[in-house]
């Protein structure tokens, strides 16, 4: 048995057991989600005029910027995966840099929005600017707000880390083909990501604004 098959029996064992993988990480990353979500579906009953006027001081513009930068380098990645999918190795190395570098630049307008939201005190705790009664909403939305960003952030991360390695990977191989699964599988996370903020920028942003 080749090494690089070793511990499976054939080259569709190994490649059926990287993408089942990769689910089974999903549906664990789905249960850390779950959870938060179920933050949102308890206190934004509960505390409900708190967390509105949360969503109303959060940075439309900016977030509706990122959700186009994130939309768009999923699509570009995808070409990536159709590429590999063609055994065109060339052409998978642009499209994936290209959604690595919409995904940096998403990561730099959330530190820049982040960076507007500590100057006008929105992080929970003493200094707090959003008074009052509902006061205490608010900072349960911020606390939401950013522990869900932050972890969305980190995915961020690996996800780019993980998409560099695939054209790292492409490069190396100089014209030889290049196997499709673990472009694959890299896409499977990088939409999972996208999901993500799919459901977060509406929770974020948009509910309870009008």
């Known amino acids: ?58 940075n439309l513009i900016i977030g509706s910027i990122n959700t186009l930068l994130l939309l768009t380098s999923s699509a570009m990645y995808t070409l990536a995966v159709v590429a590999a999918r063609a055994g065109r190795a060339r052409r998978i190395i642009a499209p994936a840099l290209g959604a690595a570098g919409l995904g940096v630049a998403f990561l730099g307008l959330k530190s820049w929005e982040w960076h507007l939201e500590f100057s006008e005190h929105l992080f929970p705790g003493a200094g707090f600017s959003i008074s009052g009664p509902d006061a205490g909403g608010a900072q349960l939305f911020y606390s939401f707000y950013f522990l869900s960003t932050a972890l969305h952030g980190l995915h961020m991360l690996v996800g780019i880390g993980l998409i560099l390695w695939v054209c790292y990977r492409t490069a190396r191989r100089r014209g030889q083909p290049v196997p499709v699964i673990p472009v694959e599988v890299v896409g499977l996370y990088w939409s999972f990501v996208d999901l993500v903020w799919i459901l977060l920028f509406p929770v974020l942003y948009l509910v309870g604004r009008v």
């Open 1 to 58: 048995m080749p090494d690089d098959l070793a511990p499976y029996d054939t080259p569709q064992h190994r490649d059926e057991t990287a993408v089942a993988g990769m689910w089974l990480f999903l549906a664990s990353e789905v249960l850390l989600f779950g959870g938060l979500f179920l933050v949102v579906l308890v206190y934004s009953h509960t505390r409900k005029a708190g967390w509105i006027m949360g969503v109303r001081h959060t």
